[in-house]
């Protein structure tokens, strides 16, 4: 019985150093893993401060802001309606007299020489009168002189075109600083 008892006794300590050979191993690989953890502790520590303020205190504080602040958000909001009124008005008028201009720029010479001809009866021809070279009629607007001025008024034109599409951006932008202003607000 002692040499069973012994060999018995043998295969339990050979496991039992098994055990603790598998257990050393954890020990170690759980300490590799939490080594760090004081560390994270102190990293991933949040403070929290809170300073209560009681509901009608902060109710209070609302309203005061809110009347303190409400008559210069509406006196902004009706300076910025009368501004962009004002702005699509003046658009509207530039776009009206460029529509003039081109229409004016766009009747024909012929008109122009039918209702001299018709203002001046005499210089018909064969009315018996002797017709006077163009350039030398009382009136009459010489080939140069008519580039000019159609050069003038194409100039007119793109000045206006130009002028519109700005005070356009200019509105696109008011509103872009508006709508900013009153979304901090």
Known sequence: MSAITTSSYGDCVASLRTSLSFLESSVGT?????????????VLKTVRHYELIPQPTLAAAEASLRDEIGPFVALLLDRADKQLDRQARRVETLKARADLNAGRLSSSNAHHDAELQRQRPWLRPGTGS???????????VSDSEAALRARVVRQRREAL?????????????KERELRLRLDKA
């Open 130 to 140: 002797t017709r006077l070279p163009t350039n030398q009629v009382p009136g009459k």
């Open 30 to 42: 759980l300490g590799s893993g939490v080594a760090d953890f004081p560390r994270l502790a102190s």
């Open 161 to 173: 075109k130009y002028s519109v599409e700005r005070l356009e951006l200019e509105v696109l932008q």
